[in-house]
């Protein structure tokens, strides 16, 4: 912990240090509030850290050297390696009881999203976040076996698909990867720059058999059907072909409804239902079932249809996010940022939310940046209406810490933490390197610690 406390004279929490919370901590620490950022993994960054897929080192360096120039800020504590929420190291209401004024829950979308169906507790069933945080190695899933094998369905048609299906043929070299859509190409939701990664594979002859197949409805609802192969073909001007055999195909109006497995447990299929496509009242198109069913062969399925927020953490829920105050005292932009609690009928006065914790799988890095910067104005704005500041008072957070019994990430660990990685990322001869488990971390910093005599 800092021992300065910058003549602040309010003191913030911020849940989180991914792209929203250190944002929302700039700003903060901005308008002369004192922000202690509590971050559940050694490292800040978040899913920049640990989503952004592995190969894309210009963009995370870029957002690296933005977030290590963010916690420079004199009035921004980072305590890493501390988890806030109901099973965590402090809850919310003890973080009321240290004395901070005023929570900004920004702790992204950890909770993850099912379907319910039959046969999803098989092995060779995997969430998309879970391999992410694999692939991008964050502990413990880094350490966990993911068992892949070589036909792969992977359910959804979003950008995290993209990036599952680029890891799948890239890394694993799988013989197929089938993406399954519940409604038609039209509303896939991946773009033609994360299409590049994987368009190399794409079976072209499969793909326009698809689309055909898909084509008298679409026309129907007056959607193109030469739109999603143009963007294929476009994408193909500078996609690159990976060195792996993988074929990558789509199953649109297709909506699973059952994983079969064998006697051993392990997934030897995804049943799929066939849909149409309706219109609701505001125009969208829903996929609507058919009650005709098909078996994709396959063994193993990957869901990559978007996060919910943590429902351990303690707030109230409203569906896969949390209960936003419907009339907030500090709307920014129209958005409310505030949290209600329906079973007492009131908002929880000091508690806010940006980012994906405000909405969940929802937008890029420069939309969570934009929202948490949002969340600390309407935080800003609820800490001018408390009585006159008073000088702030760090002893009792400095004592719970202490008290935790466990190493707390300061800042100039996480200077230590880059060199050695950057030292050892040189040594094997690699772009990076990433230790895999928390407690490598920990003695390597220990370690060298020792080593400066500190
Ligand atoms: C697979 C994937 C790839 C992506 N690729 C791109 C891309 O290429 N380009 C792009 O612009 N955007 C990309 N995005 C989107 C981008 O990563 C998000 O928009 C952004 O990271 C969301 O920021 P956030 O701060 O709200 O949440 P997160 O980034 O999830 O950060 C949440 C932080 O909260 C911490 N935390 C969680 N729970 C607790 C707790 N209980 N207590 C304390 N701390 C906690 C976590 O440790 C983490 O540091 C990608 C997203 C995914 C899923
Ligand atoms: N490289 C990048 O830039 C990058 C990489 C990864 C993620 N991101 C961003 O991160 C955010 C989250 O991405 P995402 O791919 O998780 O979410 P997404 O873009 O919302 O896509 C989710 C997919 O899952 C499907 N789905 C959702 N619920 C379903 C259900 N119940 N049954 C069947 N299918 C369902 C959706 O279909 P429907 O459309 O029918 O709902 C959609 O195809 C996005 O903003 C994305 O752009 C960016």
């Keep these: 912990m800092a021992v300065d406390d910058h003549q602040a004279t309010r003191l913030v929490a911020v849940v989180g240090a991914g792209p929203a919370g ?24 978040g899913l920049a850290e640990y989503g952004i897929y592995p190969d894309k080192h ?8 933005q977030f290590r120039q963010i916690l420079d800020h004199p009035r921004i504590d980072y305590c890493g390696n501390v988890t806030i929420g109901q099973n965590g190291d402090f809850t919310l209401d003890e973080l009321c009881q240290m004395g901070f004024q005023a929570v900004l829950v920004t702790a992204g979308a950890q909770g993850t999203k099912w379907l319910g169906l039959p046969g999803e507790d098989l092995s060779g069933v995997y969430h998309a976040k879970d391999l992410v945080y694999h692939y991008n190695r964050l502990p413990p899933f880094s350490e966990q076996e993911f068992a892949i094998g070589r036909l792969v369905a992977v359910v959804g048609v979003g950008n995290v698909m993209m990036d599952i299906t680029h890891f799948l043929i890239d890394r694993k070299k799988v013989d197929e990867v089938i993406a399954v859509a519940r409604r038609g190409p039209a509303e896939a939701k991946y773009d033609r720059k994360e299409l590049e990664t994987v368009a190399a594979h794409i079976d072209l002859a499969a793909l326009q058999a698809e689309i055909d197949r898909c084509a008298p409805l679409m026309r129907s609802l007056g959607q193109d059907p030469a739109q999603p192969v143009a963007l294929v073909q476009s994408a193909l001007q500078k996609a690159e072909r990976l060195n792996s055999p993988s074929r990558f195909t789509m199953q649109f109006l297709s909506s699973p409804t059952r994983i079969l497995g064998d006697e051993h447990g392990k997934v030897v299929g995804l049943e799929v239902e066939d849909n149409t496509l309706v219109l609701n ?22 869901f990559a249809i978007g996060d919910r927020v943590d429902e351990a953490f303690g707030l109230p829920l409203k569906g896969n996010e949390f209960y936003k105050d419907p009339e907030p005292r500090f709307p920014i932009e129209g958005n409310s940022y505030e949290v209600y609690d329906p079973k007492v009928g009131c908002r929880m006065e000091t508690i806010f939310l940006a980012g994906w914790s405000r909405q969940a799988s929802t937008g890029l890095v420069g939309i969570a940046r934009k929202d948490g ?31 935790l019994g466990k190493p707390v990430i300061k800042r100039s660990d996480l200077i230590r933490l880059e060199e050695i990685e950057q030292k050892r990322a040189k040594e094997v001869g690699l772009v990076e390197f990433k230790f895999a488990s928390n407690k490598e971390m920990l003695e390597a910093i220990q370690a060298d610690l020792e080593k400066a005599g500190d």
């Design 22 to 45: 250190l944002f929302a901590a700039r700003e903060l620490a901005n308008e002369g509030v004192y922000v202690v950022l509590f971050n559940r993994d050694i490292k800040p960054g």
């Design 58 to 65: 210009k963009m995370k360096e870029g957002l690296r050297a």
């Design 281 to 302: 009242q505001n125009g969208e198109t829903k996929a609507r079932g058919l009650g005709t069913h098909r078996i994709l062969d396959v063994d193993t399925v990957i």
């Design 373 to 403: 910067t949002n969340g600390a104005h309407a935080v800003h704005n609820y800490l001018q209406t408390l009585p006159a500041p008073e000088k702030i008072d760090l002893t009792p957070l400095r004592w719970r810490l202490e008290k």
